[in-house]
């Protein structure tokens, strides 16, 4: 799997490589299934320009004291999940530690919930701690190359719910509500709220179609700091005080127990973001300032994913995604193949790459 983000040269640029990215799992009465994740991470974020505006940036500018930190060659990220599925219910459980190798001791993640699935409504509540992907600072920490502080890895806890109602065969509703905290090494705290809500209608009339499902997307942000810089105190994350998206999606999925599946999601519109001004250092304020920032205009997001069967125990996976947002634009790009035990006469949605690594 590799992940590409734009942004500054050695700050907030990040390339992401999970080579090796392996899974395995049982299951065990139709019931219970458990799983073991291993992946091997590799981070480059490009060079680090001279005096930067980084660590513990200077009054007057200065060359680096210490190598910046601007890659991470060998961590290894782990994961145990577990779930329990009925007629109507699965609950899960999942366990795991930051990439080994990171500047900033690594910290546990860990993810526990459950989703019901009713007659015309499904509902789902997370309770949730993950590491803040957006950078290295943000992601494992990094060096201050002025004074060889160590800072950085963020954790972002908390807790999400989510609802699909079904209002006629054809019509559904959907909204999603995540409340947060972020905290990391010589960071400041940061709070976070999201909301979502999105109406939809279903054609299932396509020959090769499960269905396709169209409609309005609504989405808002509201973070209680900006910390997205990194100077001291700051994160490295987008966290915008508020973002609104405002957007009109199609997603579609194939029908199952053929010999490939896919599922697909588009969306386009209006996204905008509003940043405050924000001290150089928020844990020790000496009255310099980033600018406050702004931006509107056009966004978008693509997804698509697949399993195809190459024989009766072996199946290839491919995802590839493109984000572009007003602050920055990210793909990604997932290839891979495994193998099954009992014999697969056709492929089903729970065989495609988000199902199977548990991101939904």
């Not at 020790?284 to 399993?307: C, H, I, P, Q, W």
């Not at 009992?342 to 199902?355: C, G, I, K």
């Amino acid at each position: 799997k590799r992940t590409w983000r734009t942004g500054t040269d050695g700050l907030s640029q990040l390339k992401s490589d999970n080579v090796p990215f392996f899974e395995g799992y049982v299951s065990y009465r139709d019931a219970h299934r458990f799983a073991l994740k291993l992946e091997r991470i590799k981070l480059d974020s490009g060079t680090l320009g001279d005096r930067a505006f980084i660590g513990n940036y200077p009054t007057t500018p200065q060359n680096y004291s210490f190598n910046p930190t601007n890659k991470l060659n060998a961590g290894i990220e782990p994961h145990f999940y577990y779930d329990f599925t009925d007629e109507r219910h699965r609950f899960f459980a999942e366990l795991g530690y930051t990439p080994t190798d990171g500047i900033v001791d690594s910290k546990p993640l860990w993810r526990v919930g459950m989703l019901h699935s009713g007659l015309k409504t499904d509902w789902g509540m997370t309770l949730f701690s993950d590491p803040v992907r957006q950078s290295i600072l943000s992601y494992t920490g990094i060096v201050d190359p002025y004074t060889g502080q160590q800072w950085g890895r963020v954790m972002k806890t908390g807790l999400a719910l989510s609802s699909i109602y079904r209002n006629q065969a054809d019509w559904t509703t959907s909204g999603n509500i995540s409340i947060n905290q972020y905290k990391g090494r010589s960071v400041d705290d940061n709070k976070h709220a999201s909301f979502s809500v999105s109406l939809n209608k279903t054609f299932t009339r396509y020959k090769r179609l499960d269905y396709l499902a169209i409609g309005p997307r609504l989405s808002v942000d509201l973070y209680d700091k900006n910390l997205g810089q990194f100077t001291i105190g700051h994160g490295g994350y987008f966290s915008p005080q508020k973002m609104i998206q405002a957007m009109f999606g199609a997603h579609a999925l194939s029908k199952e127990s053929y010999q490939y599946v896919f599922e697909s999601d588009i969306a386009l519109g209006y996204i905008s973001y509003d940043e405050d001004a924000a001290p150089f250092f928020p844990l020790n304020e000496d009255g310099r300032f980033y600018a406050k920032n702004n931006a509107s205009g056009f966004g978008m997001s693509v997804k698509l994913e697949t399993a195809w069967r190459l024989h009766s125990n072996w199946y290839a996976i491919g995802r590839t995604s493109y984000l572009r947002g007003k602050k920055y634009k990210e793909s990604e790009l997932l290839l891979g193949i495994r193998y099954v035990f009992d014999s697969r006469p056709a492929l089903f949605s729970t065989d495609l790459p988000s199902n199977i690594f548990h991101k939904k």
